[in-house]
């Protein structure tokens, strides 16, 4: 259903750009002359020069809103999982071409006031080709990277103010991303998938953000995950920009093996959906600010979250 989506939006979009090339058209003005901040969920390619930083501070408010069975049955889900987060992406361009990004998270639970540091995501970019005007000639970003195990995750008062999973993690992505005309208005398109997977196995003891309970004692192995997505800005004028993220995520439980209270799902195979519309309001070329929010709409032993947030991008030479 995913692909369908995405191919049937990948279509519709070509062919806006086929009807909007006409003769008087300056494609290569528009797109230059137009400020982006960038979609709320899609990855960033590499920065775009070397010496540039890019940083990126974002604010959510991630609200549990039910979660859907095995069999996509939506089920109203125990209170007190809410949190709020804030991260922020710090890029820099070693070359034209060659990026490396850390994102610093900070996570607060917003039943107990627990507050503490999230796991860090590390990262090195590499774009293959820059690629055109027209939306079958994308640039390629290529991502490695791992998220370090900086969070707490056992030995809690509450599942809930786990914000880590004790792992390191490790990352691949590919992203392509078009740039184009569409009715007179300039465009961009963000096409992506990323994999991770664990590179250890971690020892839990007690409430964990795994869902284990007081008196557990154990290991877990975190399962690996995979994200497909599309995006797509539509500028209305160069300062303002409508965004839309559609995102399909597919995960695996994790492993537990222990003696103790298992609450968490485990070695199962999990999916979820989501959307998320944002409109961007662009400053100038190296300052922009984005507001939505991010609603699942269906899955398979998924949580159900409404993630209402902004994010602040700036480049600084």
Same mark, same amino acid.
């Given at each position: 259903?995913?692909?369908?989506? #995405?191919?049937?939006?990948?279509?519709?979009?070509?062919?806006?750009? =086929?009807?909007?090339?006409? *003769?008087?058209?300056?494609?290569?003005?528009?797109?230059?002359?137009?400020?982006?901040?960038? *979609?709320?969920?899609?990855?960033?390619?590499? !920065?775009?020069?070397?010496?540039?930083?890019? /940083?990126? *501070?974002?604010? @959510?408010?991630?609200?549990?809103?039910?979660?859907?069975?095995?069999?996509?049955?939506?089920? &109203?889900? *125990?209170?007190?999982?809410?949190?709020?987060?804030?991260?922020? #992406?710090?890029?820099?361009?070693?070359?034209?071409?060659?990026?490396?990004?850390?994102?610093?998270?900070?996570?607060?639970?917003?039943?107990?006031?627990?507050?503490?540091?999230?796991?860090?995501?590390?990262?090195?970019?590499?774009?293959?080709?820059?690629?055109?005007?027209?939306?079958? @000639?994308?640039?390629?970003?290529?991502?490695?990277?791992?998220?370090?195990?900086?969070?707490?995750?056992?030995?809690?008062?509450? #599942? &809930?103010?786990?914000?880590?999973?004790?792992?390191? /993690?490790? /990352?691949? =992505?590919?992203?392509?991303? #078009?740039?184009?005309?569409?009715?007179?208005?300039?465009?961009?398109?963000?096409?992506?998938?990323?994999? &991770?997977?664990?590179?250890?196995?971690?020892?839990?003891?007690?409430?964990?953000?795994?869902?284990?309970?007081?008196?557990?004692?154990?290991?877990?192995?975190?399962?690996?995950?995979?994200?497909?997505?599309?995006?797509?800005?539509?500028?209305?004028?160069?300062?303002? !920009?409508?965004?839309?993220?559609?995102?399909?995520?597919?995960?695996?439980?994790?492993?537990?093996?222990?003696?103790?209270?298992?609450?968490?799902? &485990?070695?199962?195979?999990?999916?979820?959906?989501?959307?998320?519309?944002?409109?961007?309001?662009?400053?100038?070329?190296?300052?922009?600010?984005?507001?939505?929010?991010?609603?699942?709409?269906?899955?398979?032993?998924?949580?159900?979250?409404?993630?209402? =947030?902004?994010?602040?991008? /700036?480049?600084?030479?």
């Amino acid at each position: 259903m995913f692909f369908a989506r #995405s191919i049937g939006i990948a279509v519709l979009l070509a062919c806006s750009q =086929q009807v909007a090339a006409q *003769p008087e058209a300056d494609d290569a003005a528009v797109l230059h002359a137009q400020w982006w901040t960038g *979609p709320l969920v899609a990855p960033s390619p590499a !920065v775009f020069a070397k010496g540039v930083l890019g /940083m990126e *501070p974002y604010f @959510l408010d991630k609200r549990g809103a039910g979660a859907f069975d095995n069999d996509g049955a939506l089920h &109203s889900s *125990p209170a007190g999982g809410d949190q709020a987060r804030s991260f922020t #992406s710090l890029q820099y361009g070693v070359t034209q071409d060659f990026s490396v990004q850390v994102i610093p998270s900070f996570a607060r639970s917003l039943s107990d006031g627990a507050t503490g540091l999230a796991d860090l995501p590390v990262r090195i970019k590499y774009r293959w080709f820059s690629g055109g005007t027209e939306v079958w @000639l994308p640039s390629l970003t290529t991502t490695i990277g791992a998220t370090l195990p900086v969070g707490k995750f056992d030995n809690l008062r509450n #599942s &809930s103010d786990g914000f880590g999973g004790g792992a390191t /993690m490790a /990352m691949q =992505q590919i992203l392509l991303q #078009s740039v184009f005309v569409t009715w007179g208005h300039a465009n961009r398109l963000r096409l992506w998938g990323t994999v &991770s997977e664990p590179l250890n196995s971690v020892a839990l003891h007690g409430v964990s953000s795994y869902g284990t309970a007081q008196g557990f004692a154990g290991t877990a192995v975190p399962g690996s995950s995979a994200e497909l997505g599309i995006a797509d800005e539509f500028a209305i004028d160069q300062r303002w !920009v409508l965004a839309l993220d559609v995102v399909q995520d597919f995960a695996k439980g994790p492993h537990l093996r222990g003696t103790g209270i298992v609450g968490g799902v &485990s070695d199962v195979a999990m999916s979820g959906f989501s959307v998320a519309p944002a409109i961007e309001f662009n400053v100038s070329q190296s300052l922009g600010i984005i507001a939505g929010a991010q609603f699942t709409t269906c899955g398979h032993n998924w949580s159900s979250t409404i993630i209402p =947030q902004f994010a602040v991008n /700036m480049f600084f030479n």
